[in-house]
């Protein structure tokens, strides 16, 4: 590191007194330098000094900062400077960006002193799905690992709540799905007891969970990222509850097509009630006292606020709340206002322990509710969404390519926010509160199970937008994956550059990743194939459902697509039928284009997205591909981070190419279905089986890659699989997929109209 700013440097400290990421930092960065591993304290003058403001025993930081929020370096003659910033959670990051990613200009400021300030106050994982939740079991995780690199990434908290185990201990009855949506986002009752719910589950599991809720929080602890829960509550009690207090019971949650049984919450307003929710509350914050956050999502999985309009049964709860005969706004108004004393509760109880903590409300369920809680933030209690424009589920946004693709707000393809945004913003401040803003940063509800495909430009348009607009806080939905088993993956590193140097160009941010990785020589070819990806990734139809978390839902690189489903035998389709979230009644079973009660699309759209994904994404796909396999073979030497996005380039074909063909499916067979003319439905059958052609060739290429490329390029368990998660014995069930579609291919296009009526 002879041309570094820090060549004249010879000794890294940190100071005893500070908190415990100085020392992480201060090792990171002399590990990073050459340098001996730093000893606290001391006091060479000549040292360069690692911390944060207020904390150590040295004097840190700018002489006046020109904000609250800042990180400070400077180096001088013989070395001797400091690497400051004024919170914990803004150092690792910056200590790393400093010794490997600065800007010339940057460089330059460093004899002065460089003051750079964060984008964003808080920037945090949001349902960190590797971590936590449901890909927690993905073969290859190190947690560690994922931890650190959050930290190095710039964000600011850690998700810390995940099960131990690999599926959830919850109750349910035989054949239904619905105990395996406890799995992800877990709430009090798998952490801690309360006096009402002793006994309820085995204490062991309970301990485990919170033990390991307690390993993530330190491990985040060391890197300076402050720790937080992300959870669905008020979540269902176990039935033996009810049984001992039927008084007690709450809204019925559970989904009437998915569950089995009924699934109820506590009556939340009973003191009873409250008096459970402060003590799990209490006991939580005693096993991790500097829990920064509660992160609430309801009215789905089975929680949900009593009397709320969007629960899954309509309206409905005990008795304490609403007499007969309300209107309708006078029960939308009660049941808000109830839903904000539950926040309160919550928030306060913990800021016995942290009087910072913040309590955060997913805001899309609450369309009649809305403007109540709107009226009810503050004081510790705001709302988090993709859009501040949300009012229900109804997202102000388009696809940037397909216009007529609406409600993309919080994916990849939202990428720029919405002038009307800065208004909403100030108007929900003057009532007292700081909104929460998602952005996608991954795979993670647009492109699963992939891993590691990169999207940096679609990704640094959105951050810079988040930034334009004002926005403070905001939250990477799905987090960043299976980060160990992807190295090379460009999103992080734009994340952490948008984080701390914000109106740095991306193109220089990219540049200097190549480098690094793949060596001088190469990093102009591989910004430019990362270009190509993110082009394709924009071109990319959502397909509703299967475009977020439907593809693994519904096993979609397993299924046979051939014009009946139901053609193949029970028994011949169990391998992927056990696996899917789906009980016996539901549509999906038989069409591809619905679920439970809802058409995903049909016929029409099927055919539109199909065409796009023939015209558009697939040609734009294969030619990079093309593109990336003539430059490595004209190596002498196969260049790693090359293969690497080799080959997650190529499962993105395969997943996009069954993306297209389970488009093409729904307008192949429902256009059989709904037509009478014989020609037109002889041009449907020619259709379908020229999509079972492309379907039978991509699931060998798939099978190929799976075997034979030593890239992770997908979410695989090494548990097991579960409807979130495929296996380890993909390559078999791929091979079982092309025994089934040769042999049933032919069968006569079928949808059974009257699967909703039956019993098993």
């Given at each position: ?18 908190h415990e990421v100085a020392a992480t930092a201060a090792t990171a ?463 992080s590193e734009v994340v952490r550059a948008a984080q701390l140097s ?259």
């Open positions: 590191m002879s041309d570094s700013p820090f060549s004249s440097v010879s000794t890294v400290t940190y100071s005893s007194a500070d960065l002399a590990a990073r330098l050459g340098l001996p591993t730093p000893q606290p304290d001391d006091e060479n003058e000549h040292a360069l000094r690692v911390g944060v403001a207020g904390r150590s025993h040295w004097q840190l930081g700018p002489a006046n900062p020109s904000d609250t929020a800042w990180m400070w370096a400077r180096v001088g003659e013989g070395g001797r400077g400091q690497v400051a910033a004024s919170d914990a959670c803004y150092l690792y990051a910056f200590v790393h960006y400093v010794a490997d990613s600065l800007s010339d200009q940057e460089k330059s400021s460093l004899r002065d002193g460089l003051q750079l300030s964060p984008a964003f106050v808080q920037n945090r994982p949001l349902f960190d799905s590797v971590l936590n939740h449901i890909n927690r079991s993905a073969r290859g995780f190190d947690a560690e690992t994922h931890i650190e690199l959050v930290a190095r990434s710039g964000f600011t908290h850690l998700e810390v709540n995940g099960l131990a185990s690999h599926t959830p201990h919850e109750a349910g009855r035989a054949g239904e799905y619905y105990p395996q949506f406890y799995t992800y986002c877990p709430g009090f009752n798998h952490f801690t007891f309360s006096k009402l719910t002793e006994g309820l589950y085995e204490i062991d599991y309970v301990e485990a969970n919170m033990n390991r809720m307690k390993r993530h929080a330190a491990i985040g602890r060391k890197y300076g990222l402050k720790p937080g829960m992300l959870s669905f509550e008020p979540r269902s009690m176990p039935e033996a509850l009810f049984e001992r207090y039927p008084t007690l019971r709450g809204a019925r949650v559970d989904h009437p097509f998915r569950s089995w049984m009924p699934r109820y919450v506590l009556a939340q307003d009973h003191p009873v009630a409250r008096e459970h929710y402060r003590e799990m509350v209490r006991n939580i914050m005693a096993a991790v006292p500097d829990l920064s956050y509660l992160s609430i999502w309801t009215n789905d999985s089975g929680a949900g606020f009593e009397h709320t309009s969007s629960l899954y049964v309509g309206r409905n709860g005990g008795p304490y709340m609403i007499r007969e005969w309300r209107s309708h706004e006078a029960i939308a108004r009660a049941a808000g206002e109830s839903a904000v004393r539950w926040l309160r509760l919550i928030r306060d109880t913990a800021a016995e322990v942290n009087p910072d903590f913040e309590v955060v409300l997913r805001i899309e369920p609450f369309k009649e509710e809305h403007d109540t809680i709107i009226a009810g933030m503050g004081d510790g209690l705001t709302v988090e969404a993709p859009s501040l424009l949300v009012r229900g589920y109804e997202l102000p946004y388009q696809h940037p390519r397909y216009p007529e693709q609406t409600s993309v707000a919080g994916s990849i393809y939202h990428t720029e926010m919405n002038d009307s945004e800065r208004e909403q913003l100030a108007k929900w401040r003057d009532l007292g509160f700081e909104p929460k803003l998602n952005y996608s940063v991954g795979p993670s509800f647009n492109i699963e199970p992939m891993i590691g495909i990169p999207f940096p430009r679609l990704l640094h348009k959105k951050l810079k937008s988040l930034r334009d607009m004002g926005a403070t806080a905001v939250g990477a939905f799905g987090g960043l994956t299976n980060t160990p088993v992807a190295p090379y993956w460009p999103n914000p109106d740095r160009p991306v193109d220089e941010v990219l540049r200097s990743a190549a480098a690094r990785w793949a060596g001088e020589e190469h990093a102009d070819k591989l910004v430019e194939f990362w270009g190509h990806v993110d082009e394709v990734v924009s071109y990319i139809p959502l397909v509703p459902l299967y475009g977020g978390f439907g593809f693994p839902w519904y096993r979609a690189w397993i299924r046979p697509l051939v014009p009946n489903l139901e053609a193949v035998p029970k028994a011949e389709r169990g391998y992927y039928l056990d696996f899917m979230v789906t009980v016996c009644n539901n549509p999906m079973n038989v069409d591809l284009g619905r679920d439970v009660l809802f058409e995903l699309f049909g016929q029409k759209e099927g055919q539109q997205m199909a065409d796009r994904f023939d015209s558009e994404t697939l040609p734009r796909l294969r030619s990079t591909i093309e593109a990336q396999r003539a430059y490595l073979e004209a190596l002498e030497e196969p260049n790693p981070v090359l293969v690497d996005l080799y080959d997650r380039s190529r499962a993105l074909l395969c997943w996009a190419t069954t993306m297209r063909n389970i488009t093409a499916w729904v307008a192949g067979v429902h256009g059989y279905l709904e037509s009478d003319d014989a020609a037109d439905r002889d041009r449907h059958l020619a259709y379908l089986q020229e999509m079972i052609d492309l379907d039978l060739e991509n699931t060998r290429n798939l099978l190929d890659l799976w075997e034979n490329a030593e890239t992770e390029f997908m979410m695989v368990s090494s548990q097991g699989q579960t409807a979130y998660i495929y296996g380890e014995h993909l390559g078999d069930d791929l091979r079982k997929k092309i025994e089934l579609t040769e042999k049933y291919r032919n069968v006569e296009p079928f949808i059974d109209p009257d699967i909703m009526w039956r019993l098993d």
